[in-house]
């Protein structure tokens, strides 16, 4: 469960952004009714889901490609050489000794944990976790990599919560985070922590649900038909067949010079659909429209999120799926959207709607419907974010 991520210096974004999970205290009627879109975690309202509106280029997908691009590092960074520069670009007029800031508040396996990291392209530069164990702050461990030479003087520990610190610390070069290195070296926390960001959320439905596709397809399959049907799809069932396919691969070796062609065997699932008004006649899912081959994947995708209550971001949604489509318990939906449909407050509650703007230097700012204290729920909020009332739409001048 996600209550709060924090982002600056990454692409468009400038001054630190926030998005928040955490509820707002909303008191009307429309609020009320929506208590449904909330989870209870320890007497506070955590959201469900927050749509993300804006023009195009306004950094929307900024957003979603940090918070992609931050998780990657948790179960990647332990495989990082000393020549590698990390994949993202800060803002462009900052100066380069302006650090890229990452911090997320979440919930894993019951306990709620605080991680932050900044870094530049060449190398981390601080990194932190804290948890609540009993309810109360306490520190699994910071990192400054400024502090001096030897690892005792960068990093600091909480007593007795991860086993052996300094054996992972001596470990762990400033192209690694900790965080990372520690899982891989079975510490417990840390692995808690990297199971959350690998497995709890999901950053591209599709890359995730390819590589499980035949069990989800045999676990979901009843669930699965059920949700085409309130797609209005007409697909009313549909068959897995595995096969082998023999083909030849090149293999090259460029330090060597080598090369060779050798016989390779893929493993291929093959998908026949059933319809309603061909119900005696197979299609094959490249014969499907596209927009039915992604609903059809990322279904799988959000059966799968809901069944375990994970995290599902999602950038331009209506490319994929509408989420009214879908009623969800302890998951979480983030997701960025141009379907001005979905401005509906008996849908949405006030603080689950996001808009980004690009400023006149070019960074993005990020803020909530919350903070118009002005704008009274009986208004069509549609109407007024299309006229321009929250400013994070194409302003396009006569000329």
């Known amino acids: 469960m996600v209550i709060q991520i924090k982002l600056s210096n990454f692409y468009s974004i400038k001054e630190e952004v926030i998005l928040d999970f955490e509820a707002a205290n909303l008191r009307t009627k429309l609020s009320k009714d929506l208590e449904a879109n909330c989870i209870d975690f320890n007497g506070d309202k955590i959201l469900k889901s927050l749509a993300v509106y804006g023009a195009n280029a306004s950094g ?170 309130y797609a209005d799809s007409d697909i009313v069932d549909f068959k897995i067949q595995k096969r082998t396919e023999k083909g030849k691969h090149l293999r090259a070796n460029f330090d060597t010079e080598e090369f060779s062609v050798e016989d390779e065997e893929r493993k291929i699932l093959d998908i026949e659909t059933s319809h309603r008004c061909f119900e005696d006649k197979a299609f094959k899912m490249s014969e499907e429209s596209l927009g039915t081959q992604k609903l059809f994947v990322l279904m799988l995708s959000i059966l799968e999120v809901i069944k375990n209550e994970k995290v599902l971001l999602v950038d331009e949604l209506e490319d994929s799926l509408h989420p009214a489509i879908v009623e969800y318990k302890g998951s979480q939906l983030l997701f960025s959207t141009h379907n001005t449909n979905l401005l509906n407050l008996k849908k949405f509650r006030r603080d689950q709607i996001w808009f980004v703007n690009k400023k006149v230097e070019g960074s ?26 929250f400013e994070s739409i194409p302003v396009i001048n006569e000329l």
């Open 60 to 229: 929307k997908s900024n957003i979603i490609k940090t918070i992609r691009f931050c998780h990657a590092m948790v179960y990647d960074s332990h495989k990082h050489n000393e020549d590698v520069t990390f994949n993202f670009q800060p803002f462009k007029s900052n100066s380069k000794n302006t650090p890229s800031t990452y911090y997320i508040d979440f919930v894993a396996e019951g306990v709620k944990y605080e991680y932050s990291f900044s870094l530049n392209p060449e190398r981390i530069i601080q990194e932190s976790l804290y948890h609540y164990p009993n309810g109360k702050r306490a520190k699994v461990f910071t990192r400054d990599e400024r502090k001096g030479e030897e690892k005792r003087d960068k990093y600091s520990f909480g007593t007795a919560v991860i086993k052996r610190p300094y054996d992972v610390a001596e470990s762990t070069s400033n192209k690694t985070l900790f965080i990372s290195r520690a899982s891989q070296m079975d510490r417990r926390i840390p692995k808690i922590i990297f199971r959350y960001f690998h497995e709890k959320f999901l950053l591209r439905h599709s890359q995730w649900v390819n590589a499980n596709l035949e069990e989800l397809l045999n676990e979901y399959k009843s669930d699965l038909l059920l949700a085409l049907s």
């Open 364 to 389: 993005s700012e990020l803020y909530s419907l919350s903070d118009f204290k002005d704008f009274r729920e009986n208004m069509d909020l549609e109407k007024a974010y299309l006229q321009g009332r």
